[in-house]
């Protein structure tokens, strides 16, 4: 693993972001990286975590739940540090808040994806709806690729110039759907849009920024490998949360009497000033665990 190895957008990406909705890049994370969080999804998926605590969403188990779905674990980072080791990268932190215009990137929440071979759809829809009990309801997402990914492959579809469209509510059907456009062409017939879209073809460690407007989806996984990817879902700094919408989740990490949130759970990777929360250096080093010690 190269440990000097730092990712930083050129113009000419943060021009094809604000133009498309997305820009996709060949390279985010070292390739060493994207192997070892690889390594982790096994044992994630199996219950096995590195550090003792439950992720916030754990929506797949083996046994349980149907194999052609697409397995997903929701705050990956808070049970495993080598997913913690890509979605809260510091150069990560600084170009979601450069597409965004913000002063500063705090990560709302992070997924861990595993498209398994012949796995079903996943509904085209747009993540800002999700993110209701926060304030603004302002996304900007960075989806790495562990596995080199291909158009059969059901790899990530994002809509060109979607971005630009109206804020859709939560989709119906966003796991398996057997129609995952139906939403989409509703939400383009309104706009008066053509859909276009661009699938993610990149190599491990490389991926796409896009914005929590635009709509993305994906397809069946045709390869005859696994799909598998982590996303870091990225806010303001400055984000609250809402005193008007609550989240059955992540509502619960919610004082009473604040809307502030707490760095512990929604901490900051970058500010434009050089703060980046003090908790990230000790637990990324393995120095404190969630209990506070080694």
């Not at 596995?147 to 859709?168: I, K, Y």
Request: proline share 6%; hydrophobic share 35%.
């Amino acid at each position: 693993m190269n440990p000097d190895f730092e990712f930083e957008l050129t113009d000419r990406q943060i021009a094809d972001f604000h133009a498309d909705g997305f820009v996709v890049v060949d390279r985010i994370v070292d390739p060493e990286l994207a192997r070892r969080a690889l390594d982790r999804f096994e044992p994630l998926f199996a219950g096995e975590f590195e550090t003792g605590l439950y992720p916030d969403e754990w929506n797949w188990k083996p046994g349980r739940d149907d194999p052609t779905l697409t397995r997903q674990i929701c705050n990956g980072w808070k049970s495993d540090r080598d997913i913690a080791r890509i979605v809260l990268r510091e150069d990560i932190g600084r170009a979601c808040a450069t597409l965004g215009g913000w002063p500063g990137t705090r990560i709302s929440q992070d997924n861990v994806l595993w498209k398994p071979t012949g796995g079903r759809p996943l509904g085209f829809h747009q993540d800002a709806a999700y993110d209701r009990w926060a304030v603004p309801t302002e996304w900007v997402s960075c989806w790495v690729a562990l596995d080199e990914t291909t158009a059969r492959g059901g790899t990530l579809e994002l809509v060109r110039g979607s971005h630009r469209w109206r804020l859709w509510d939560m989709i119906k059907e966003f796991h398996g759907p057997k129609d995952p456009d139906a939403e989409l062409r509703v939400a383009a017939e309104l706009e008066t849009a053509v859909i276009e879209k661009v699938p993610v073809v990149v190599p491990p460690g490389g991926g796409v920024f896009h914005s929590g407007r635009t709509w993305h989806g994906s397809g069946v996984n045709h390869a005859e490998v696994p799909r598998r990817a982590v996303v870091a879902h990225c806010t303001t700094s400055e984000a609250q949360f809402s005193t008007d919408e609550v989240g059955y989740i992540y509502s619960r990490y919610k004082k009473f009497g604040t809307s502030e949130m707490d760095e512990s759970y929604f901490p900051i990777t970058w500010r434009r000033d050089g703060y980046r929360s003090p908790l990230l250096a000790e637990y990324l080093s393995e120095a404190v665990g969630w209990a506070g010690i080694a």
